[in-house]
């Protein structure tokens, strides 16, 4: 058994998800807890290097949670040799030139997705740790979710038979900006500054479906830009150019069909903020961040048709809560957990940057679909 401390440079920490999902309920939680567990019963602790553009902000963040170490030059820290990975939270625009740095420098990488802009650069991002021999994975955070655990616990328990087909919900109103702030960054909706539902979104879907259900095989999508104008950070007025909604059909190897619908342009009327419903010869279940409802065959009621008398059956409580059967951590944390084992003791991680150009290629097929108003085969990368 042996102890271990890694140097681990944090790229783009000032962002709201790279701070409070990465830096505080991840790396420095796993410090809290005393260190990730080795599968020797060592431990791996974590030390932080922040790094950003901002020194201000850089240094207020490492006050405030007692990092010691920061800094504004990114070449600085990946030369320094007790720093052992790279994760990079960047606006994608910035993610595969400071990688290519981190990956050249020897580092091991761990990105946020999309891993790029463009399937072409996504691939050359994994080709190049592949041919440097780094470990290499990317945040894949949907499927750690308790809703989807225990929707892969009914999958692998036999629950739906043969399942036929997945419908997924996802979005809220992103408010515009002018009199009430937005509670997204403007430059998600500038397709010049890398914004846009489909490249956000379609990459969690690509990897969600493949891990869950099986690999897509074609693509239709259609995509809108339902609000034109929205005011940034700075109350400034400006033309959104990137897609704000996208709906969205996925044939999966096998003849399952995903259809799911994305927007920042739609009011919440379920219980969560995603949801997936499974629909199976033998049941179906809802499934969302936390919850996850099931209706075996044996239950399901039997409506009919009749728009003549009101509807008197309540057809949501014909629906079973699936118990949580196991203490559920933070998504986030657990998959930074799993790839700190696979850098010191190369346990796997079927997560890589290979597996994130296949979600930006799923993207990229998404956006040309509806460019060219056709369904479009997915082939090998």
């Known amino acids: ?24 309920r991840s790396v420095l939680a796993i410090n809290e807890q005393g260190g990730v567990t080795l599968p020797d019963g060592g431990r791996v602790r974590l030390r932080p290097v922040l790094v950003g553009r901002n020194a201000a902000k850089l240094a207020e963040l490492a006050d405030r949670h007692g990092v010691a170490d920061h800094t504004t030059d990114l070449d600085a820290a990946l030369a320094d040799p007790a720093n052992t990975i790279y994760f990079d939270a960047q606006v994608t625009q910035a993610r595969v030139a400071a990688t290519l740095k981190a990956i050249a420098a020897g580092k091991h990488v761990y990105t946020e997705k999309p891993t790029a802009e463009s399937v072409t650069e996504a691939i050359r991002l994994a080709q190049a740790a592949e041919d440097a021999g ?23 328990g ?42 956000d979104m379609f990459p969690h879907w690509a990897y969600v479906l493949e891990n869950l259900f099986g690999p897509v095989v074609s693509v239709y999508a259609q995509v ?72 075996h065959r044996s239950a399901t009621p039997k409506p009919v048709w009749n728009p003549d008398v009101p509807a008197t059956a309540r ?39 290979r597996s994130g150009a296949r979600g930006v290629q799923i993207a990229e097929l998404g956006l040309r679909s509806h460019a060219e108003g056709r369904r479009l085969p997915v082939t090998g990368l």
């Open 158 to 199: 036999g629950f739906f038979g043969q399942i036929l087909s997945v419908r997924g919900e996802f979005g809220y109103w992103v408010f515009e900006g002018d009199w009430q702030a937005a509670q997204r960054p403007s430059w998600n909706y500038r397709s010049e500054d890398g914004g846009g539902i489909v490249l």
């Open 224 to 295: 809108s830009t339902h609000i034109p104008e929205r005011w940034d950070e700075s109350g400034q007025r400006y033309k959104a150019t990137a897609d704000d909604a996208a709906y969205g059909v996925f044939e999966l190897a096998g003849g399952v069909i995903a259809q799911i619908n994305s927007s920042w342009a739609v009011r919440v009327n379920r219980d969560e903020l995603v949801e997936f419903q499974v629909d199976g010869t033998h049941g179906s279940a809802v499934a969302g961040l936390r919850g996850c409802r099931v209706q």
């Open 315 to 353: 057809f949501r409580d014909g629906w079973q809560e699936v118990p949580d059967n196991a203490e559920f951590d933070n998504g986030f944390k657990v998959q930074w957990e799993q790839f700190i084992r696979h850098v010191v003791a190369g346990t796997p991680f079927p997560y890589t940057l």
């Open 1 to 24: 058994m042996s102890d271990h401390v890694l140097g681990v440079v944090m790229n783009g920490v000032t962002g709201r998800m790279g701070y409070r999902q990465h830096l505080v």
């Open 134 to 156: 780094v470990r290499n994975g990317v945040v894949q955070d949907k499927l750690f979710l308790p809703g989807l655990l225990k929707l892969k616990r009914l999958i692998d």
